[in-house]
């Protein structure tokens, strides 16, 4: 029985944009916050061939925000995690996890790269290796109930952050977050990357979506740089 349509076809896709998102090689880099929804929402998308980058084991403190954080994988690699919530869903997944993304990593391989870190050089060595490549990078950040997503094409992120002559190891990573911020900004993040390979809108580099849980106002674009 062909249980993909059963799984993943309640949805208003066609049939030809349920097959490219399936047959696309997404790489997902962190597991935490972010990185976490955005593998869930490829999983229910129907994506079936994805890798994920992450060094980091579960803690106690990660509870809190991180969906695949429980007390079975407890001190246990996140990229374990990782494979084991994707066989539950999808066990034709063709899921590749490795715990090392740096400059010596093969990118060459995937069609899109999305971000799940909260560590500023991860971001920029992200948004250079996808800039050479020609590959969209999808950035997506959040903070305590505040995020942002965009994607990076052509688009260079020192200028979109203001980084040039600026030392970014004094940048520190996010040291607190509510778990409806990180779900809506990896949400938002994976609904950017399937506009992007569907040819529908999409809101691309200068250009951010910005939301804030505690604003009467949710959700607004800024230009960044």
């Known amino acids: 029985m062909n249980f993909y349509k059963f799984k993943f076809l309640r949805n208003p896709l066609t049939k030809n944009q349920q097959e490219k998102i399936r047959k696309t090689k997404f790489t997902i880099v962190g597991l935490g916050g972010t990185g976490g929804f955005i593998l869930e929402n490829l999983l229910r998308l ?3 061939n994805i890798i994920v980058f992450d060094h980091d084991r579960f803690e106690l403190s990660n509870f809190n925000r991180q969906t695949l954080a429980t007390d079975e994988f407890l001190d246990i690699p ?6 084991a919530r994707a066989k539950t869903i999808n066990k ?3 899921l590749k996890t490795f715990r090392k993304f740096d400059e010596d990593t093969d990118i060459n391989t995937t069609d899109m790269l999305l971000d799940g870190t909260d560590n500023l050089e991860s971001k920029l060595l992200m948004a250079r290796m996808a800039r050479d490549k020609k590959i969209p990078y999808v950035f997506c950040s959040a903070q305590s109930t505040r995020g942002m997503v965009t994607i990076f094409t052509t688009y260079k992120f020192e200028k979109a ?6 030392d970014i190891d004094n940048f520190s990573s996010c040291s607190s977050i509510m778990c409806p911020a990180a779900s809506l900004a990896g949400t938002l993040a994976v609904s950017q990357a399937m506009n992007f390979l569907l040819k529908k809108p999409i809101t691309k580099a200068p250009n951010a979506i910005f ?3 505690y604003k ?4 607004w674009k800024a230009k960044l740089g």
Do not use: P
């Not at 009467?216 to 959700?219: A, L, M, S, T, V």
């Open 46 to 48: 129907g994506a079936e």
């Open 78 to 83: 996140k990229v374990h995690a990782a494979i």
């Open 92 to 94: 034709n997944i063709n």
């Open 161 to 166: 952050f203001q980084l040039a002559g600026k």
């Open 211 to 213: 939301f804030d849980l």
């Open 216 to 219: 009467k106002e949710i959700f």
